[in-house]
């Protein structure tokens, strides 16, 4: 839902580039502000996974390349 919501903005601040088998990619286009995008994004993952019931976390890894 958080990738939609920013897809659908005049400038959105992240993609999602490439959906992978036990993960994705994300491309962050403000790199000033990527570690709060990708906190936020993150914090959004979480919290759906606890609605859904599963027990589980996301792994996230800052890339500056």
Known sequence: DLAIQ???KNRPLFYVTLW???G???KVKDKERG???F???QKAVR???KTLGINGD???KWDTN
Do not use: P, V
Request: proline letters at 0%.
């Open 47 to 49: 919290a759906r996974l």
């Open 20 to 22: 992978q088998h036990d």
């Open 6 to 8: 920013e897809l659908n």
């Open 35 to 37: 570690q709060a995008q």
């Open 58 to 60: 996301i792994e996230l």
């Open 39 to 41: 906190k936020k994004i």
């Open 24 to 26: 994705c990619s994300i």
